[in-house]
Nanobody, 121 residues
Framework: QVQLVESGGGLVQPGGSLRLSCAAS????????MGWYRQAPGKERELVAA???????KYADSVKGRFTISRDNAKKMVYLQMSSLKPEDTAVYYC???????????????WGQGTLVTVSS
């Protein structure tokens, strides 16, 4: 069974920085695109940033220039470095990954349990 576990959330002041980490575990053939989504209270879940297995990145307009996504394929991890944080960045942040299964080569989307980021003074 494949699992994603996020860490690094917490309370930070406006203008501050935070780094989220997500570790993938379990057995799978390949770890494909990975990404971070967020969901603020009363809002829909939205894509924050994504990175392909080859390192191509994509960002939501609202975080461009402030957030950086990266991954370590050897460690099966993805990171989100967040800087110049704003109160509107407050949300539960979810890690997401596309994996190819070992047994039947299916493509599955896997989600982490989420980590809360609160930006407040």
């Amino acid at each position: 069974q494949v699992q994603l576990v996020e860490s690094g959330g917490g309370l930070v002041q406006p203008g501050g920085s935070l780094r989220l980490s997500c570790a993938a575990s379990g057995s799978f053939l390949s770890l494909n695109a990975m990404g971070w989504y967020r969901q603020a209270p009363g809002k829909e879940r939205e894509l924050v940033a994504a990175i392909s297995s080859g390192g191509i990145t994509k960002y939501a307009d609202s975080v461009k220039g402030r957030f950086t996504i990266s991954r370590d394929n050897a460690k099966k991890m993805v990171y989100l470095q967040m800087s110049s944080l704003k109160p509107e960045d407050t949300a539960v942040y979810y890690c997401n990954a596309g994996i190819t299964t070992l047994t039947d080569y299916r493509y599955l989307q896997v989600w982490g349990q989420g980590t809360l980021v609160t930006v407040s003074s």
